[in-house]
């Protein structure tokens, strides 16, 4: 465990740790066992948190159970969990008294030797990191003098790692818009997936989700990576694009570097495109063919574009021989349109992660001319879903949806509307009292030749701890059926 770097970076100070989650725990632990002070404030007592916790009460360590406020924070550096705001009123009442906020992301970037890649987005973070680092791995491997680690919203917490890491070695980190709130010191190279309405029940507006996005660039930052067909990601690179030594565009729909440069106004550093079945990268001069699509196990074009991200990204340390190598023997990360079970002739797929509209409107893309019973609803993180009754109604192979969680009317009114104002038949509407229930139902529904598809459009904190669970629960039970 690293523990050199931090103890340096506290210098003494005591600490203060807002949420006691999977990457704030051990440093807890490593805080604790070096002497320093420790006050940790989560909503949870010790005794709901687990063992490792309650050891840390009974050794003299300081909790706060409060529920909300976090009113008055104790601690001359305080460690921000980032499901919990930088702008709380405790938090704040800390800074102006002196104390120095920091989230586990931030110290790691601080303290970490490692050459640091990281991608964020609304949607395909998780495919494009994944992806990104079994590059790097492919390139490692060959090399044998690195270490690749992958972390940050997957993976291992990396911050406990970070003292074995050396200027050789390569982390790749997915972060979201709450690690990012607060960012200061930004990775080296950078990826946007894309920006679309999410977690609107946490961010003010938009405009702070956006804000939250971009501050992944920063002073540090060598390459900018972003999606030129989504006219927020490509205001950033046209926002930011003289700021970095490298500006990477991507896209599924232009196929030559004129169409980039036409869009941006000024000619990116390398756009990547497709062409004739590959992916390409060119300057304007010159077309260097990086993949042959076919290579790519996964459906939809989004997942074209998740690799374009991962190329693009680690492009210049990675090479084609490792795309071709990874590319044919990835299948995809679970809970992403994963296939489960084939029963009486309907396929059963997990796709629990999409938990916005867009997220769902990408699913249905990859399963064009499949006819599908779907199942969606969850919690409600204020997101408009007009979006989405036009992709369901569009498909044209929806004939059953199956609605639960708080979402429910959201989606069912979405789908009605779309259906009556541009006269496109709606699909078989039914509404389901628990998660367990839909999914049973979907087996009654589905005849030979469909494809049940989870795909809630919604989070999952309304029956659920996170998506994982959730698609956990649902291959449990289509497993059983």
């Not at 100070?13 to 490593?30: D, K, Q, T, Y």
């Not at 973070?125 to 690749?148: C, M, V, Y």
């Not at 961010?203 to 030129?228: C, P, Q, S």
């Amino acid at each position: 465990m690293a523990s050199d770097k931090i103890i340096g970076y506290v210098n003494g100070r005591s600490c203060a740790i807002l949420g006691l989650g999977v990457s704030n725990l051990p440093i807890a632990e490593l805080l604790h066992s070096k002497g320093i002070r420790l006050f940790i404030y989560d909503k949870n007592p010790p005794e709901a948190i687990g063992e490792r916790a309650i050891r840390l009460a009974g050794e003299g360590v300081d909790f706060f159970s409060e529920k909300e406020t976090y009113s008055e924070i104790l601690g001359e550096l305080i460690i921000r969990s980032p499901g919990i705001r930088p702008d709380r009123e405790g938090i704040l009442r800390a800074v102006a008294r002196g104390a120095e906020v920091i989230g586990e992301i931030e110290l790691f970037a601080y303290l970490t030797d490692a050459d640091t890649f990281a991608i964020t987005g609304s949607d395909g973070k998780t495919t494009s990191t994944t992806l990104a680092g079994k590059f790097l791995e492919s390139q490692a491997g060959r090399r044998t003098d690195s270490r690749i680690y992958v972390g940050g919203n997957i993976g291992t917490p990396l911050l406990t790692l970070c003292e074995e890491m050396t200027e050789r070695d390569f982390a790749v980190l997915e972060l979201s818009s709450f690690q990012l709130m607060s960012v200061k010191k930004s990775p080296r190279h950078v990826a946007i997936t894309n920006v679309s309405p999410n977690h609107l029940d946490w961010h003010t507006d938009m405009n702070e989700y956006i804000a939250a996005k971009t501050n992944i660039i920063g002073e540090n930052t060598k390459r900018l990576v972003t999606n030129a067909e989504y006219p927020t990601t490509l205001d950033i690179a046209k926002r930011f694009g003289d700021r970095v030594e490298e500006l990477y565009l991507f896209s599924s729909e232009k196929h030559s570097f004129e169409e980039f440069e036409r869009s941006l106004g000024f000619a990116p550093t390398l756009a990547f495109f497709e062409k004739d079945g590959h992916i390409l990268s060119s300057d304007g001069r010159t077309e260097t063919n990086l993949l042959d699509i076919s290579l790519i196990n996964l459906p939809g074009k989004h997942n074209v574009e998740n690799f374009m991200t991962a190329i693009a990204l680690t492009l210049g340390v990675a090479d084609t021989e490792d795309f071709a190598t990874v590319a044919k023997g990835f299948f995809g990360v679970e809970h992403r349109l994963e296939f489960v079970r084939e029963r009486e002739g309907v396929k059963f797929y997990n796709s629990s992660i999409d938990s916005s509209p867009s997220r769902t409107a990408a699913a249905l893309s990859a399963m064009t001319g499949k006819s599908l019973v779907l199942i969606c609803g969850g919690y409600d993180k204020n997101l408009d879903y007009a979006p989405l009754g036009k992709a369901i109604c569009c498909h044209g192979g929806v004939r059953s949806v199956i609605l639960t969680g708080a979402t429910a009317d959201k989606i069912r009114r979405a789908i009605e509307e779309f259906s009556e104002n541009n006269g496109i038949p709606k699909p078989r509407l039914i509404e389901a009292e628990t998660f367990d229930g839909a999914v049973k139902l979907s087996a009654m529904l589905a005849k030979s030749g469909d494809h049940v598809l989870l795909t809630p459009a919604s989070a999952s904190f309304d029956s659920f701890k996170n998506f994982m669970e959730r698609g956990n629960r649902f291959k449990e039970i289509v497993n059983l059926i």
